[in-house]
């Protein structure tokens, strides 16, 4: 694909491909980089005449010097002379800035500037009690709205909210005027009958209207269950709103039915078209001798997988030869971009699923199962095609150099993280796998220095456990636990992040441009306001002006061991920004990299595809100035679209898992668990307990002793008689008094505080 500029018009092709532009043809070449060139986003048609060309800048410029007040359409072109053959265009585009929420549309069809009369756009957060915020198209503080000032709008609506003065200095309060654009167009919720009508309650506490589905819309749904329901008439102040079944998705009492009813939710991709369905049941699960011959052929080499107990997606394998200066690591990886070629309906959605999605009863992959779990995946006793990352380290872990090149292999093993963590305990050869024995041992020699150099040149540490959820065969939740992390796991994690970055560098060095993924310095402010905190524990960053990442890691590592390295840990990472992926590079902070991509799975993230592109098209050529221009704006686009669909998995993901704990939860009404306090609130605190690894607020309404003020720098509730407290932190006895599934909501009630450890001690 590519992009053309023409009178102010951007056009969106395919390389290779005829365009027609104002009765030209173009033929454009097609671009021999071998690598994806998705243009960007196709911009708005500006308006142009003859005499004089308005974009809607162009407009409002005029507006702001040529009116003193709302206008019609029609006073609005005398008043700016718009030519009559010209008048049809510049009201459609007067129209369209008005459904934009650019200008306003009042009563009697004038129009006028919304920054005169109070008025912003933006995207409305709603809260299950009714009230929402609104979250601003351009910057500026939220807009609190309260339940009786929503109008007719739906969480997530794009509207236009007259600001009022607040309450609270600082804090703005408004009124929705006016709904822009319905952003829901279906919804999941439970059915309930009503005679033979019926209404949906949706799932989605934080839409707050009912929607009445007339019998002839009832689509099958009985009731109980959870349905798909397709808006037809939106709520107003006369009518609810009115919806049609689209789908039954099941009965609401089976667990794992609330967890499809969120993936739909989040609008999740789940079953691929029949264009890419018949694209990978034609590919050959054999490959052919000739590309094996042209590759390096690494079938006879010691090569094997680590993963899960649960995994079927093997992406990477690893090998080790011991070199006379110290060792020869190689990192295997599917070749993925060998079947998934770009343009192809395949890689069109792949694109538009950015990754895969994993949460506790499965996954959604990016990539269709004969992919992913079978001709792409690294499986042992077969051959697979590969692209091999061989990195020479001295006997200190330090790197000598570097190689990367397609290979073919042929895993001798498919081991699992438990199994090479209980190998490594043992410390015995297996007479019967020596060769494998030693490999392991040597690569765990390996690791252990490549983590230690890692974290001394300033690598962050974090120790925040992760849940892990056990579902049984009846989709109920078993178990929760912390996930384990083992020698095993870091082990493959180190040998990954060495790919990754030698990857980065091999193009970084060949000045060809690439997706990065990266993470910027943490927000100053937030670092001062942490620093402010973890002083009372006799700890602090020396530096909140640019730190490094040596300053971050210096400090976790001195809270190692400590009664507050919990709640330090969990504080520093709130303070971060966000990982993502980018065109550019700034490096990556908390890993303390200069240079660093993602490679090593891409069967489950787009832009490690892009990656393998760009090393195979640029393996034995450079890249040119015109290429470069070209890929610079191909990858922008890619980044990006990668990154939200990044955000959009691990919502999904976050709120799976919530669901699963509230599940797990419900049937454990009365019982009483310690636990740590990890977030304080206005409204109360959070406690995360410390034998399941589930959370619940303990509302301030609980705290009926007292009165407590909140005390946001120092994250904590101070009684203002009794000088009892509740900070971060903090050991507590809470008892479960109440579970809202529908909510993700775990109530707990406190019991006792505990008495903690002296800091430092």
């Not at 351009?138 to 009786?148: L, N």
């Not at 949706?202 to 009912?210: F, R």
Request: proline share 4%; hydrophobic share 40%.
């Amino acid at each position: 694909m590519g992009i053309i500029s023409q009178a102010g018009e951007i056009w969106k092709f395919r390389f290779g491909a005829g365009l027609d532009i104002n009765g030209q043809c173009i033929i454009l070449a097609g671009c021999n980089t071998g690598a994806s060139l998705r243009a960007s986003a196709v911009s708005k048609k500006p308006f142009h005449n003859a005499n004089m060309k308005l974009t809607e800048s162009g407009v409002l410029d005029l507006i702001r010097k040529k009116t003193n007040r709302p206008m019609k359409i029609s006073e609005m072109s005398k008043a700016f002379a718009i030519p009559s053959p010209s008048r049809s265009e510049f009201r459609k585009l007067i129209r369209g800035m008005a459904q934009e929420g650019t200008l306003i549309r009042l009563k009697g069809n004038r129009y006028g500037l919304s920054e005169e009369m109070n008025l912003v756009p933006g995207i409305l957060k709603g809260h299950p009690d009714g009230y929402a915020f609104l979250i601003r198209d351009k910057e500026g503080s939220d807009v609190f709205i309260g339940r009786t000032k929503m109008k007719d709008a739906m969480h997530g609506d794009h509207v236009m909210v007259r600001v009022e003065a607040g309450r609270d200095a600082g804090k703005p309060e408004g009124r929705v005027v006016r709904v822009l654009e319905r952003n829901t167009k279906t919804l999941i919720g439970m059915y309930e009958t009503f005679s033979r009508e019926g209404w949906v309650v949706p799932s989605d506490a934080k839409i707050v209207h009912e929607i009445f589905v007339p019998l002839k819309w009832r689509g099958g749904g009985r009731d109980g269950q959870i349905v798909s329901v397709e808006i037809v008439d939106y709520p107003t102040s006369q009518h609810a709103a009115t919806g049609r079944i689209v789908e039954v998705i099941g009965d609401s009492s089976d667990p794992r039915v609330e967890v499809q009813s969120l993936l739909r939710k989040h609008q999740v991709r789940l079953a691929f078209p029949e264009a890419v369905q018949q694209e990978a049941a034609a590919i050959p699960d054999s490959i052919e001798e000739e590309e094996c011959q042209r590759r390096m052929d690494l079938r006879r080499e010691m090569v094997f997988t680590i993963d899960g107990e649960k995994a079927r997606d093997f992406d990477d394998a690893v090998s080790l030869e011991l070199m006379a200066e110290g060792y020869r690591l190689g990192v295997h990886i599917a070749d993925v971009g060998h079947y998934v070629l770009e343009g192809a309906p395949l890689d069109d959605e792949a694109f538009e699923r950015g990754t895969s999605l994993y949460y506790p009863d499965g996954v959604v992959p990016m990539l269709p199962v004969e992919l992913s779990n079978d001709i792409c995946s690294l499986k042992p006793g077969v051959d697979r095609l590969t692209l091999s990352v061989f990195i020479d380290f001295n006997s200190e872990g330090e790197v000598l150099g570097s190689k990367v090149c397609e290979s073919v292999i042929n895993s001798r093993f498919r081991l699992t993280y438990n199994q090479v963590a209980k190998w490594l305990d043992a410390e015995t050869v297996d007479d019967e796998h020596a060769a494998l024995s030693s490999a392991l041992f040597q690569m765990h020699a390996l690791s252990r220095k490549l983590r230690s150099r890692r974290f001394y040149n300033g690598s962050v540490n974090f120790n925040v456990p992760e849940p892990v959820i056990k579902i049984d065969k009846d989709g109920a939740v078993e178990s929760i636990a912390a996930a384990e992390h083992n020698d095993a796991h870091h082990l493959i994690e180190e040998f990954m992040l060495a790919a990754n970055q030698e990857v980065a560098r091999h193009l970084d060095a060949k000045n060809v441009p690439f997706i990065h993924r990266i993470h910027e310095a943490p927000d100053e402010e937030k670092l001062t306001k942490f620093n402010r905190f973890v002083k009372t524990f006799g700890l602090r960053l020396l530096h909140t002006h640019k730190p490094s990442s040596r300053d971050l890691q210096s400090l976790v590592k001195r809270a190692a061991g400590r009664p507050e390295e919990r709640v330090v840990n969990t504080l520093l990472l709130r303070s971060m920004k966000k990982a993502r992926y980018s065109e550019s590079d700034p490096g990556h902070f908390c890993l303390g990299f200069e240079h660093y991509a993602h490679f090593t799975s891409p069967i489950r993230r787009y832009p490690d595809l892009v990656v393998h592109r760009l090393v195979k098209a640029y393996q034995r050529k450079k890249c040119s100035n015109k290429e470069r221009k070209q890929l610079y704006s191909t990858l922008a686009d890619i980044a990006k679209q990668s990154t939200d669909a990044e955000v959009k998995a691990v919502q999904a993901e976050r709120e799976i898992i919530s669901l699963r704990q509230a599940q797990f939860m419900a049937d454990k009404i009365g019982s009483v668990y310690p636990g740590l306090i990890n977030g304080v609130t206005a409204f109360g605190f959070f406690v995360e307990l410390a034998d399941i690894l589930v959370e619940g607020l303990v509302h301030i309404s609980s705290l009926r002793d007292d009165y407590y003020v909140y005390f946001e720098d120092e994250h904590k509730l101070q009684a203002q008689h009794s000088g009892k407290s509740f900070s971060i932190g903090e050991s507590v006895k809470v008892k479960l008094t109440g579970v809202d599934i529908r909510k993700r909501q775990i109530d707990f009630s406190l019991v006792q505080k505990l008495p903690s450890p002296s800091p430092g001690k």
